[in-house]
Nanobody
Framework: QVQLVESGGGLVQAGGSLRLSCAAS????????MGWFRQAPGKEREFVAF????????YYADSVKGRFTISRDNAKNTVYLQMNSLKPEDTAVYYC????????????????????WGQGTQVTVSS
């Protein structure tokens, strides 16, 4: 059984920064690619960022490119999302998820490709 627990969300003013963490249980964390998604009220869950199992490949949604950075520490079973220059439109519940090994290392879009999800952490950006 895999558990993913997000933390680090909160209320921040526009232009500010937050760092989200996602701690994973289990001994095989380093074998899996991970992703961050977000869901705003009334909207579908959308892709934010992806990192390969080694950390060597990262991909971002156009809306966060240049502002957000995904990283991981396999020794700590943790993946991070550093969010800078936050905007009110970044307000959402942020989820981390484990990408199934069924897919190739460059195949990261689509929530159905992720087999375990955290409970989410709220990020609110005020204007």
């Amino acid at each position: 059984q895999v558990q993913l627990v997000e933390s680090g969300g909160g209320l921040v003013q526009a232009g500010g920064s937050l760092r989200l963490s996602c701690a994973a249980s289990g001994r095989t964390f380093s074998s899996y690619a991970m992703g961050w998604f977000r869901q705003a009220p009334g909207k579908e869950r959308e892709f934010v960022a992806f990192i390969s199992w080694s950390g060597g490949r990262t991909y971002y949604a156009d809306s966060v490119k240049g502002r957000f950075t995904i990283s991981r520490d396999n020794a700590k079973n943790t993946v991070y999302l550093q969010m800078n220059s936050l905007k009110p439109e970044d307000t959402a519940v942020y989820y981390c998820a484990r990408r199934s090994t069924t897919y190739s290392s460059t195949d990261y879009l689509g929530t159905y490709k992720y087999d375990y999800w955290g409970q989410g952490t709220q990020v609110t950006v005020s204007s």
